[in-house]
């Protein structure tokens, strides 16, 4: 366990419901679907009054109702009836296992562990154990600490990514606890496919965790000594609200003369994560690409050639565009149309991090010069082709997101620009299941 201590690794203590209808009890991330309010409406239909983490958490979508306050009561009502009735069976003092089948057909394999919020730092080139993997907005954590504070319970829907190309902690674990039976398993609501998740508390697979967690260290450890063991993932603004929570709280215990050391034994510690792979098969990566309205696209193409150092040469068509920023992380699409022309114009440079991570400052400092250009994210080379054949649009697609330099990347250059990369389709994102005791 000292192992798991060093790291900022606690084995959680778990709630599940005694009886699990997860196609009811489990929803999706609250920071989902957040333009869609029909897809809430909907969930909220679907569950009727059957028990669920719906209950407890606030869809992002309702941050600014006016309702707001009456909802966070409302949740924190509902914690205090599932925790006092006879819903959740005794709490376990696990890890979990789980994989998830998508209804893409890809299979995703996590660990659920707690993660102390004192080895996570989200400013940039910081150099904790957990680190951001995108910029955050601090205006964004304030509302969302209202929720957590003085919550009971809480349920996780972050995702921690581990640098493990050799596949030595979460799948090596799956290899020998799938053999036991399941804590729960069934299908998720709303196209979110299938999931299954099994306890895992014996000393010998404890044991097996400790030992991969100390070799990814020694293989993520920097000359300076520092070690990058995890990046966020998914739910950074969540993890950065689960610190500032616990930054508050210790801060005002210690007021009250409350020694450190009975302090740092309190839940609000901890945050519960799903740590995930880069490299799991099942984890995929999409670039999130650019479209700028308004620009002068030969201005902007020759504009970001400069500043990248880079060379431009024209694309007979789509095909051949498409090719070859695909076939390469160094490259860029710029697709825009110039009277009746639809121009293909590919950008080749020599970097070696992340495309977007020297892409987007570059954007920023155009089109702060260029008031009225407008920058919006766009998902999919379809959508990219689609506005690029527009007037008055030039669209930038983007290469796949290279999984072997992303930590580098964010060692060297601190976390991504916003809206770097999205993991997987929206209904992949993870549902919540398991519970924990908070305040």
């Known amino acids: ?26 929803v999706i991330a609250c920071d989902q679907y957040t333009q869609d309010k029909n897809y809430w409406i909907s969930v909220e239909k679907n569950i009727g009054t059957n028990p669920s983490t719906f209950h407890l958490i606030l869809p992002e979508i309702y ?11 409302k949740i924190q009502k509902t914690m205090k009836e599932y925790l006092q009735g006879n819903l959740f069976a005794p709490e376990r003092k696990n890890f979990m296992y789980t994989e998830r089948k998508t209804a893409y057909g890809r299979i995703r394999h996590g660990l659920i ?39 009971q319970l ?14 030595q902690l979460v799948e090596k674990t799956g290899e020998s606890i799938r053999k036991t039976v399941p804590a729960y398993k069934g299908e998720l609501m709303q196209n979110g496919g299938y999931i299954t998740g099994w306890n895992i508390d014996s000393a010998e697979h404890i044991s097996e965790i400790e030992k991969a967690i100390e070799y990814i260290a020694t293989q993520n450890t920097d000359a300076d000594g520092s070690v990058f063991l995890f990046a966020v993932g998914d739910g ?29 034994q309190h839940n609000a510690r901890y945050a519960l994560v799903e740590i995930v792979n880069l490299y799991d098969d099942g984890l995929t990566f999409e670039p999130i690409h650019r479209v700028l309205f308004g620009a ?43 009277g009746q022309k639809q121009n293909y114009l590919l950008l080749k440079t020599a970097m070696q991090d992340l495309a977007i991570s020297r892409l987007q400052p570059v954007l920023d400092e155009f089109t702060a010069t260029a008031k009225k250009v407008k920058t919006d994210f766009i998902h999919g080379s379809e959508t990219v082709f689609k506005l690029g054949s527009q007037p008055d649009t030039t669209a930038v697609l983007l290469p796949p997101i290279e999984k072997n330099s992303f ?28 519970c924990r005791k908070l305040f």
């Open 1 to 26: 366990m000292d192992i798991l201590k060093k790291f900022g690794i606690e084995v959680p203590s778990i709630l599940l419901p005694a009886k699990i209808d997860l196609k009811t009890w489990a």
């Open 63 to 73: 941050l600014n109702e006016s309702d707001k306050e009456k909802r966070i009561a």
């Open 113 to 151: 562990a707690a993660i102390d919020l004192d080895t996570y730092e989200w400013k940039p080139f910081s150099k904790s154990l957990v680190r951001a993997t995108e910029a955050t907005i601090k205006e964004r954590i304030p509302p969302r600490m209202e929720i957590r504070q003085g919550a």
């Open 154 to 167: 809480e349920s996780p829907h972050i995702m921690l990514l581990i640098n493990d190309p050799h596949k």
């Open 236 to 264: 950074n603004h969540s993890l950065a609200t689960a610190k500032a929570v616990w930054d508050e709280y210790k801060k005002e215990q210690l007021k009250k003369g409350i020694p450190l050391h009975k302090i740092e």
């Open 296 to 338: 002068d696209p030969d201005e902007l193409c020759t504009f970001v050639a400069k500043k990248l150092d880079g060379k431009i040469r024209e694309c007979k068509n789509r095909k051949e565009l498409e090719a070859a920023v695909n076939g390469s992380n160094s490259c860029y699409g710029f697709v825009y149309k110039n």
């Open 407 to 434: 930590f580098s990347t964010i060692n060297t250059h601190g976390p991504l620009p916003r809206k770097s990369f999205s993991m997987g389709e929206a209904d992949e994102k993870r549902f919540y299941i398991e």
